[in-house]
């Protein structure tokens, strides 16, 4: 270590530069990041097209370029010119400019509770995500997916990375949740040819939504119950096991019940799942989360993770820990069944598979265990990747497969893991603490 | 009435005996003793007392209150904390939140507090994370209260494991041959620990070791254990006389 920093070497060199020039951006709280974004993206809407016409582009990076990398790697250079132009030159100079202000205001906010703060910086954020979002249908779509996607990740980080058990069945509480939440809305709100006249005005369709999609997490968290019982009074591979045979029962179910469309799907749910009712849905889950594995209950998951024994010499319950966190994290996951359901607007049960499973696994561990940011980064991470491989066809899932072992070897763990996500942190302006240091 | 009374324990492991019509009872505020070789079946009463096994018979009262087939973490909240012979702490967690965790039993915000943030939630969690930070103080290690335990010297995870003993308000306080692994300046160190902590809180300790200084100069009474039997019961002096113990320790005279 020793020698090789006092050697100044070439790449030392490089990254001494590049610190120097990050230098003053560790000063910029994550109010000025989100006003310079909302700049960057309100800076597309406006002259976005024209500038990708005039780079040779018939229209402009749908996500950031990932998409047509692959396809049509001859337009590379016009797409770093263009993001150059259009995110990361206007954000650099908006986030230099609004640094002080922002942190003054991000310093006002402070005072306040937290929630106040926190809602600010959300209402922020939501603005960012729709201003972007709304340019083309192709991106409203995905930012509903990543976000469903979050939800689904973290719940399962519940499970196998703060419980550290391995637990296959998610996928079948994703169908639980989304057959559940569409059967009631087609059976109550929707005129359907096959689920006759609708039973409520569909005008209350929007008001009921809510609380059908938790009805669906409550019926998902019940169904968990048919695992957790049995795989719970031992530790080890059970749960692993038992869960899987679950996820493959409730796939056969719903194939062969042919009221709700067998293996054809079941279509016809109501547009309810729009941008900001995902949105909100996200953050919801995302603070119960944060709250629960932050506080010694959840913390409890840590302790019979690392040594059963000792958490039961040390009062805690540990059934009850295990039940809670498996039901927990089936409940959430059925809500993110639910809202796939109506995002999608079409489910069938092919859509709840190995695959699937293949695919939040690879999140989780992606992103890393023990770590609610670990399993945001994972899942936009995920996603970006799988659209970026998609003209690849078949051979995404074998260089995903690729990827996700090199992250096994490199970061057993994942990318964040075991790390506290403290949004106090995350919100708190940036030039007091440099000062003080 | 004696805080921790054992009467007439047997414990098989299949068809091995490891404990055979074990009595003890323990009155409060008294440090006791349990030595005997390796394999003697030491721990093995640690773990029949704490419910980690159910005894195949007998009594166990504590507190006026049979314990037997009571699950560990029951035992525990009634006031039994203890320590473990291969230190068992939580890989990934962090000191403070050691000490906090034993005082689960005593949490009662309830899951919506843990789920939604409520008041109570968090004037409870400060108020635990107060009470560990006390214990980290009285233990010696309140400046480590951040780090991961994996990080830590051998000694500290020691303390680590008796300040998290404490958070539970114990009334009895098992250590598990809490000096393992300890070089001799440590070794006094733990000595004033558990001296301090018994005059602090009036615990009674009931301590299992190897080591005969540390035993002899804590101790009130001690038992001699071996093959899951007691040969010997009585004060420091008396066992360190007893000719059954010498025995057991460092074998027969021959006879000549």
Known sequence: ?437 | MPLLQVEHMTHFFGGLRAVHDYNLSIEQGQIRGLIGPNGAGKSTIFNLITGVYRPSEGKVTFRGESIVGLPSHEIAALGMGRTFQNLRLWRHMSVLDHVKMSQYSQIDYGLIGAFFGTKRRNQQEKENTEKALQLLDLVGIRHLADSMVTNLPYGVQRRVEMARALAINPKLLLLDEPTAGMNPDELMDLMQVIRQVHNTFGLSIFLIEHRMKFVMELCERIQTLVFGEVIAEGTPKEIQNNPKVIEAYLGKEVET
């Open chain 1, 1 to 437: 270590m020793e020698a090789t920093s006092s050697v100044p070497t070439k790449r030392n060199a490089f990254n001494a530069w590049l610190s120097k020039q990050w230098m003053p951006y560790r000063q910029v709280s994550l109010l000025g990041w989100l006003l310079g974004s909302l700049v960057a993206v309100l800076l597309e809407t406006f002259i976005g097209t024209s500038l990708a016409w005039a780079l040779g582009m018939s229209d402009v990076p749908a996500l950031f370029g990932f998409v047509v990398m692959l396809k049509q790697p001859e337009l590379l250079p016009s797409i770093i010119l263009y993001l150059l132009l259009i995110y990361f030159i206007p954000i650099a100079i908006v986030v230099r400019l609004t640094k002080s202000i922002a942190n003054k205001i991000a310093g006002l906010l402070f005072r306040y509770p937290l929630w106040i703060t926190a809602l600010f910086h959300i209402v922020l954020l939501y603005a960012v995500i729709d201003v972007w979002a709304v340019m083309n249908d192709y991106r409203v779509l995905l930012a509903k997916l990543m976000m469903i996607a979050i939800i689904t990740t973290l719940s399962l980080n519940v499970v196998n990375g703060y419980m550290g058990e391995f637990s296959c069945s998610h996928p079948g509480f994703l169908a639980v949740g989304a057959y559940t939440a569409s059967i009631i809305m087609v059976l109550f709100f929707v005129n359907d040819k096959v689920m006759g006249p609708a039973l409520l005005p569909p005008a209350l369709g929007p008001f009921f939504f809510p609380i059908v999609l938790i009805l669906g997490g409550v019926v998902a968290a019940f169904s968990a119950l048919i695992v957790a019982i049995p795989s719970f009074h031992t530790r080890g591979d059970y749960l692993a096991i038992i869960s899987l045979a679950f996820m493959f029962i409730i796939k056969s179910l719903i194939e062969n019940l042919q009221v709700f469309g067998g293996a054809r799907g079941f279509m016809g749910q109501p547009n309810l799942a729009s941008l900001p009712v995902v949105f909100v849905w996200t953050i919801i889950a995302i603070w119960t989360i944060n709250n629960f594995v932050r506080s010694t209950l959840g913390k409890a998951m840590n302790a019979v993770r690392d040594d059963e024994t000792a958490a039961d010499a040390m009062t805690v319950n540990t059934r009850n820990t295990k039940m809670t966190a498996f039901l927990f994290a089936a409940f959430w996951a059925g809500i993110a069944g639910g809202l796939f359901a109506h995002v999608m607007r079409y489910v069938n049960p092919g859509s709840f598979g190995i695959k699937k499973l293949a695919e939040v696994l690879a999140m989780v561990y992606f992103g890393g265990l023990n770590s609610v940011v670990g399993s945001i980064v994972g899942a936009i991470g995920f996603n970006f990747l799988s659209e970026m491989l998609r003209p690849l066809e078949i051979l995404k899932w074998v260089i995903i497969p690729v990827l996700l072992i090199l992250v096994m070897i490199f970061r057993p763990t994942g990318l964040i893991a075991f790390k506290d996500f403290d949004p106090e942190e995350l919100l708190r302006p940036k030039n007091q603490t440099e000062e003080e240091v």
